[in-house]
């Protein structure tokens, strides 16, 4: 009885090694055959794009800071809106401003902030302009940029959703940086 049970759990074992041996093997045969797709034109299965997006809400909400931000201001939002302007609009779009044609060329497609900003806190957006979000084609701009501009962004990106597009318009100039270049 108790020796059928053991042989029962070494053969559980064997197998599971077994599987785990073969997956292994697939998994390198992926990496040096060229099979895999990297195409941008080719959308990931159901599986990978639940797998991606579900790793990468839970790793941003994991990380991010848990001290309280700071109390936003109307001068915050109007000097994150002409950095949005420049260095954003383009991959996200605006209140009634589509992305450049460029960007849905991307895989993931960036996001319209008008409705994805409203699912994540500030600390969590802070983290995400911070270090930028890996093999997505979003920036880190912690190395470029100060606290302070990521925060004047954060403030203008939190009050993306339902900013309407003379309002967006009217903030930060129409061409970016206040007085600055028009990408
Ligand atoms: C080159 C294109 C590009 C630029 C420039 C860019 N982003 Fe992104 N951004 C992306 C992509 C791609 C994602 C990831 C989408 C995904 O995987 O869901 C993303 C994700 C995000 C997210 C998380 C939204 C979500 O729910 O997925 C936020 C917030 C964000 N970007 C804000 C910004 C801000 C603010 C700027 C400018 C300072 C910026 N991004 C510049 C491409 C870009």
């Given at each position: 009885?108790?020796?059928?049970?053991?042989?029962?759990?070494?053969?559980?074992?064997?197998?599971?090694?077994?599987?785990?041996?073969?997956?292994?093997i697939f998994g390198l045969i992926t990496v040096y055959s060229g099979g895999y797709n990297v195409a941008a034109t080719e959308d990931h299965s159901a599986f990978g794009r639940w797998a991606l997006s579900t790793t990468m809400t839970n790793s941003i909400e994991a990380r991010a800071p848990a001290?309280?931000?700071?109390?936003?201001?109307?001068?915050?939002?109007?000097?994150?809106?002409?950095?949005?302007?420049?260095?954003?609009?383009?991959?996200?779009?605006?209140?009634?401003?589509?992305?450049?044609?460029?960007?849905?060329?991307?895989?993931?497609?960036?996001?319209?902030?008008?409705?994805a900003a409203a699912h994540w806190e500030p600390n969590e957006i802070f983290w995400i302009l911070d270090h930028?979000?890996?093999?997505?084609?979003?920036p880190a701009f912690g190395?470029?940029?100060?606290?302070e501009d990521l925060w004047n962004l954060t403030a203008f990106v939190t009050g993306l959703p339902g900013m309407t597009q003379a309002e967006y318009e009217a903030l930060g100039g129409s061409n970016g940086h206040d007085g600055g270049h028009s990408h």
């Amino acid at each position: 009885m108790t020796t059928k049970r053991k042989q029962l759990g070494v053969g559980a074992i064997a197998g599971a090694l077994g599987l785990l041996a073969l997956l292994g093997i697939f998994g390198l045969i992926t990496v040096y055959s060229g099979g895999y797709n990297v195409a941008a034109t080719e959308d990931h299965s159901a599986f990978g794009r639940w797998a991606l997006s579900t790793t990468m809400t839970n790793s941003i909400e994991a990380r991010a800071p848990a001290d309280e931000p700071p109390t936003f201001t109307a001068a915050m939002a109007r000097a994150g809106a002409g950095e949005y302007k420049a260095m954003c609009q383009h991959c996200h779009g605006g209140p009634g401003i589509d992305r450049a044609g460029w960007a849905k060329g991307m895989l993931p497609q960036p996001p319209h902030l008008t409705e994805a900003a409203a699912h994540w806190e500030p600390n969590e957006i802070f983290w995400i302009l911070d270090h930028g979000i890996k093999s997505s084609g979003m920036p880190a701009f912690g190395p470029s940029h100060s606290d302070e501009d990521l925060w004047n962004l954060t403030a203008f990106v939190t009050g993306l959703p339902g900013m309407t597009q003379a309002e967006y318009e009217a903030l930060g100039g129409s061409n970016g940086h206040d007085g600055g270049h028009s990408h």
